[in-house]
């Protein structure tokens, strides 16, 4: 195909010309998916561009909004940091139906097809969340001086906390679960400012009008 033009330096590519190229490429062969190999034989640029820019060959496909052609290599904490994200905003359990764009970035077929059923995907899921690290769960406060967590939760600590608050506001009830859309933040009941941890026991529940009323330092959402 253009055996005769250099292709560009890394650097003179945008993001953007390697999705209009993913995309094209994968329409050409008339496919949702494209894989390394049918990149490599039609595309402009060099899969591995793609690859170091997005991370990973199948974010580079999902950043183009192309099915991912090989579903059994997606890492299980990609799925189940999704299957948070998704929980989170709907305030309770994602029934199947409802992992779909744009709220999830995998459907429930996805998940079925990994764990052999959405059950056994929710089952190994929250086994995988209540054997997550135990330290995040117990704190002493012992140095207020000197900071042993980061300031903003991961996605699994957030998760955890929601649950254990029933993905509702500590303060006026709200949820998602009830109000469509409704965004619940992680609070710090002993500011960080002042030397509160990011731990579990430090951590509560907020929808967003609470959480501003609360403090004139709102934490940072990512
Ligand atoms: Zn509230």
């Not at 690859?51 to 799925?79: D, Q």
């Not at 409802?98 to 929710?122: C, H, I, N, Q, T």
């Not at 029933?166 to 009830?178: E, I, R, T, W, Y």
Request: proline content about 6%; charged content about 30%.
């Amino acid at each position: 195909m253009n055996q005769f033009k250099l292709e560009p330096w890394p650097q003179d590519i945008t993001d953007e010309d390697i999705i209009t190229d993913l995309r094209n490429i994968a329409k050409s062969i008339g496919s949702e998916y494209l894989t390394v190999k049918q990149y490599e034989k039609f595309g402009r640029f060099d899969p591995a561009t793609a690859k170091l820019r997005f991370g990973t060959w199948n974010k580079a496909l999902t950043r183009a909004g192309l099915k991912i052609s090989h579903r059994n290599s997606l890492p299980r904490a990609e799925l189940f940091e999704n299957l948070e994200r998704v929980w989170m905003a709907l305030g309770r359990q994602p029934r199947m139906h409802e992992m779909r764009k744009p709220m999830s970035l995998f459907s429930g077929d996805v998940y079925k097809k990994r764990f052999g059923s959405w059950r056994s995907a929710l089952e190994t899921f929250v086994k995988t969340v209540d054997s997550s690290p135990a330290e995040i769960d117990n704190y002493q406060e012992t140095d207020i001086q000197r900071h042993r967590t980061p300031r903003n939760p991961s996605l699994r600590l957030k998760f955890k906390v929601m649950r254990r608050d029933n993905f509702k506001c500590k303060l006026c009830g709200a949820s998602p679960a009830l109000k469509p859309g409704l965004v619940l933040h992680i609070d710090h009941i002993k500011p960080w400012i002042i030397g509160g941890e990011t731990v579990m026991n430090n951590l509560e529940t907020l929808c967003e009008q609470c959480n501003i009323g609360k403090s004139d330092l709102p934490m940072e959402e990512e």
